[in-house]
């Protein structure tokens, strides 16, 4: 309990931080920019200073906007996961029935990301490449909300909430570890060659520490959402009627 709650406050912080430094966007003027005619001007350089300027005052803005969209959209997936969270402790719910269906919903992200890192380094073609794993993400999220009907007695919103919990929470530790592994190491001004191998060797070593506290903490949630810590074979897993006791 403690470990998601932490980390669900977390996810309110970033999305606050994200909603007070964000300012709303004019969708009156989208691109910000101000049409004027040249007699307003009787230097044609100052009027295209000008445009530029205003060009990137908007893309400040659009960014700052987007920026707060993100941020409540992170605000709602929070609340939704906290709330789905209290309901599965007080068993009015079932996030995942066992570890099996925790792997299941795992795999349905990770195996088309994987799939297409293969087939692009195989130099497939771009839209066969999208096709293929677009397939493979579509049955495997198929199986995941099947087995996601049949933890809650196809109660719709208790569907929903489940779901969006899922993915959120899966979705959100794979960025975590992705962004650890998207380090730019670069030479900094006056550093050294040793200095700067020296450094990269202690940050690399600091991400892998990383990496392992987020995949022990990504287990420690899911094992907090999991109403059986069992593992089930695969038929077992698409059978209807396993662990339904109402």
């Known amino acids: 309990m403690k470990t998601i709650t932490i980390y669900m406050l977390l996810g309110m912080m970033i999305s606050l931080f994200l909603f007070k430094n964000s300012i709303p966007i004019n969708l009156n003027n989208q691109f910000g920019l101000t049409i004027k005619s040249q007699n307003d001007y009787s230097n044609n350089n100052y009027v295209d200073s000008e445009n530029s300027y205003h060009y990137e005052k908007s893309d400040s803005e659009s960014f700052r906007g987007s920026l707060k969209i993100f941020g409540l959209i992170i605000l709602l ?144 949630t899911s094992r907090f959402l999991t109403r059986h810590s069992s593992w089930s074979s695969v038929s077992n897993y698409f059978n209807k009627k396993q662990y339904l006791t109402k």
């Open 77 to 220: 997936l929070t609340i939704i996961t906290i709330v789905t969270a209290v309901l599965h402790k007080k068993e009015v719910l079932t996030v995942y029935s066992d570890y099996t269906d925790v792997t299941f919903t795992a795999l349905s992200i990770i195996l088309p990301l994987l799939f297409m890192l293969i087939f692009y380094l195989l130099k497939f073609d771009t839209t066969t490449n999208y096709i293929i794993c677009g397939i493979i993400a579509l049955i495997l999220l198929f199986i995941v909300a099947l087995k996601t009907v049949y933890n809650n007695y196809g109660n719709v919103l208790f569907v929903i909430l489940v779901f969006i919990t899922k993915y959120f929470i899966t979705i959100f530790y794979l960025l975590i570890l992705i962004l650890i592994n998207l380090r730019f190491q670069t030479r900094r001004k006056d550093e050294s060659k040793y200095q700067f191998e020296s450094r990269v060797s202690r940050e690399n070593e600091q991400d892998k520490i990383r990496e392992k506290e987020t995949i022990a903490n990504y287990v420690s």
